[in-house]
Structure formats: structure tokens, C-alpha cells
């Protein structure tokens, strides 16, 4: 199995940064997408930023320009880097990988748990 264990979220005045973090863990034979999702109260879940294993970025119209998406060397970690924060930016973020396992070699999406970035005075 494949664990995903997310990190930085919090309270962040607007305009400020925020990293989050997502590394992933357990009997992975490879690594291909990763990406970041947002729900936000009343909204549905919408795709910020991903990342493919070649290093091609694709991200929401709202987040160009502020946001960035980026793998670690060991490739499997993703980060997101949230500058320019607006108050419409609170959500919760979630992290999103997709993984082949060693056991089974079958490709699936795994979820983090989710981690809360309030944008407000």
C-alpha cells in the first residue's frame, strides 16, 4: 500500500506563503503523477497544480503565477508553494498521487488526508 502523509498547512494573513508538503511512503514500484486538489467550503474539488514524472506542470487558471508545484530528488515527495495568498484560496488541500505498487504492479490514485489553509485577517 501507499501512504501519502501531508504537511505545512495553517493560518496565513493575505498575500502571505505557505509550503505544503506530501511524501509518499510503502512498496511503490513507481511513482507517475502528483498533484494537488482543493476543496473548499460549499465547492466542489478542484485540481490546483500537478506534476508528471518528466517534470510538465499543469495548473488552475486561479493559481498561475502564485502557485508552484515541484517533486523532491527522490521523487516522491511534491511540494506546493502558495504565494500571494488571497482569502479565496482557504481550502483544504489534498494530495493526490498516482502510484504502481511492487505486489501488484496495478497503477491507482492514493489520497492524503488533507491539510486546512485559511487565508484571513
Known amino acids: 500500500q501507499v501512504q501519502l502523509v501531508e504537511s505545512g498547512g495553517g493560518l496565513v494573513q493575505p498575500g502571505g506563503s505557505l509550503r505544503l508538503s506530501c511524501a509518499a511512503s510503502?512498496?511503490?514500484?513507481?511513482?507517475?503523477?502528483m498533484g494537488w486538489y482543493r476543496r473548499a467550503p460549499g465547492k466542489e474539488r478542484e485540481l490546483v497544480a500537478a506534476?508528471?514524472?518528466?517534470?510538465?506542470?499543469n495548473y488552475a487558471e486561479s493559481v498561475k503565477g502564485r502557485f508552484t508545484i515541484s517533486r523532491g530528488n527522490a521523487k516522491n515527495t511534491v511540494y506546493l508553494q502558495m504565494n500571494s495568498l488571497k482569502p479565496e484560496d482557504t481550502a483544504v488541500y489534498y494530495c493526490n498521487v498516482g502510484a504502481t505498487l511492487v505486489a501488484t504492479l496495478l497503477t491507482r490514485d492514493y489520497w492524503g488526508q488533507g491539510t486546512q489553509v485559511t487565508v484571513s485577517l
Open positions: 506534476i508528471n514524472s518528466g517534470g510538465n506542470t
Open positions: 510503502g512498496t511503490i514500484f513507481r511513482i507517475n503523477d
